[in-house]
């Protein structure tokens, strides 16, 4: 696009670059150009600065402010070339400046330049679309590894929350019940950020209920007879066997919290290998923490995991969460930490989804403009 408000100063450039193979926009007042620019988005813009109507100061400070059309090139040609103007012109975002009158083959030079410029980052814009996409269908397809709804557990209710701090996240969690109607539920998180540790979580997460649920594993035929400890232990040993032998050289691992719950007698039989230590918050507020039994899974083949028990009793809560939280950080650089979160999740709520849902609210309002840093998951359980 040619804006010059002179029609002899339009012909000679028409002249210049017909041969060039370009095809060639002209306004000859500002308003003019800013209008076609929003309409047709030019590859390059070549513009004067005095002008009527609007002038190409004026022109330029739209342009770079709409974020529709900001990456156009724009080349300022003018007469009036004192280092001032030259100087608010790059500060405006102008790609160059030439002064009139101008040497035909710097012109064409500085217009050679400034379009492969734009298609470089027209190209880079097109990748990171594609990118995005990409990753916007990783992210859905992630999400049906997780559990759509929570089990209908009756007397017991459980509720999640989880926020992913990228695209997808290697953090994970699960819930659902086994043929004698006990539940199985766990908190994962897979070490490392973004794609590569997307892709582990659907590992961890897949083979941890697979042989959670199935009585192969253990030697028999009826998955009844099978004990809560054995269950455990068969599912996190197989599990931590096949990350750490099958994919060795990755170096991956995971934390975990894996327990299996009674439903009847409140009974927990579980293994913490390497997680934060749930809070089991007691009917008469008493707080008690489920330390690690064991080292993280899928590092080593040798590990050893101590599968161990409690008991809830009517009105406790188990909350269950991912270093996410108390390594979440604000604005002033600090953690949400370990005291605050005893603090926030001590408070009392009518319903588990209240509390995961308050719990993500204080979270979200700790970390204000600052980027989440850690996926964060939260998974509550209660009996009532």
């Known amino acids: 696009m040619i804006v010059d408000d002179e029609p002899f100063n339009v012909d000679y450039l028409e002249q210049e670059l017909e041969e060039s193979g370009y095809e060639l926009l002209t306004a000859s007042n500002g308003q003019e150009a800013l209008d076609q620019i929003r309409n047709a988005s030019p590859d390059l813009v070549l513009l004067d600065i005095m002008m009527p109507v609007m002038d190409g100061f004026s022109v330029l400070e739209q342009v770079k402010a709409d974020s529709a059309v900001r990456d156009i090139p724009i080349i300022i040609i003018s007469a009036n070339s004192d280092l001032k103007s030259v100087v608010t012109g790059i500060q405006k975002g102008a790609e160059d400046y030439l002064p009139k009158p101008f040497e035909p083959v710097i012109l064409h030079a500085r217009i050679t330049a400034s379009l492969e410029r734009k298609r470089l980052r027209d190209q880079e814009q097109q990748y990171l679309q594609s990118l995005e996409k990409e990753l916007n269908i990783a992210r859905d397809i992630?999400?049906?590894?997780?559990?759509?709804?929570?089990?209908?557990?009756?007397?017991?209710?459980?509720?999640?929350?989880?926020?992913?701090?990228?695209?997808?996240?290697?953090?994970?969690y699960d819930a659902f019940t086994l043929s004698d109607g006990n539940l199985v539920f766990m908190v994962g998180d897979v070490c490392g950020k973004g794609v590569g540790a997307a892709l582990f979580m659907t590992l961890f997460r897949s083979l941890l209920?697979?042989?959670?649920?199935?009585?192969?594993?253990?030697?028999?035929?009826?998955?009844?007879?099978?004990?809560?400890?054995?269950?455990?232990?068969?599912?996190?040993?197989?599990?931590?066997?096949?990350?750490?032998?099958?994919?060795?050289?990755?170096?991956?691992?995971?934390?975990?919290?894996?327990?299996?719950?009674?439903?009847?007698?409140?009974t927990l039989t579980y293994v913490n290998a390497g997680n934060e230590a749930p809070h089991l918050l007691r009917a008469d507020d008493s707080l008690e923490e489920l330390h690690p039994t064991g080292p993280v899974i899928g590092f080593s083949p040798e590990a050893k995991f101590e599968v161990k028990e409690s008991r809830l009793e009517t009105g406790d809560r188990l909350l269950i969460f991912t270093d996410g939280i108390p390594d979440s950080k604000n604005a002033q650089d600090e953690f949400f930490g370990h005291e605050r979160l005893v603090e926030v999740s001590t408070k009392k709520d009518a319903t588990c989804a209240e509390c995961v849902k308050r719990l993500?609210?204080?979270?979200?309002?700790?970390?204000?403009?600052?980027?989440?840093?850690?996926?964060?998951?939260?998974?509550?359980?209660?009996?009532?």
């Open 142 to 172: 992630q999400q049906q590894f997780l559990p759509q709804e929570m089990p209908n557990v009756p007397g017991w209710e459980i509720s999640a929350y989880f926020k992913a701090a990228k695209f997808v996240a290697g953090d994970y």
């Open 209 to 266: 209920r697979a042989t959670s649920t199935a009585a192969y594993f253990s030697g028999t035929s009826n998955n009844d007879v099978i004990s809560p400890a054995l269950r455990i232990r068969q599912s996190i040993t197989i599990t931590n066997n096949y990350v750490a032998r099958t994919h060795e050289e990755a170096l991956v691992f995971s934390t975990l919290f894996i327990g299996i719950l009674n439903i009847a007698d409140g």
């Open 360 to 384: 993500g609210s204080e979270l979200e309002m700790f970390i204000g403009s600052e980027d989440q840093f850690d996926d964060i998951t939260i998974l509550a359980l209660r009996r009532l």
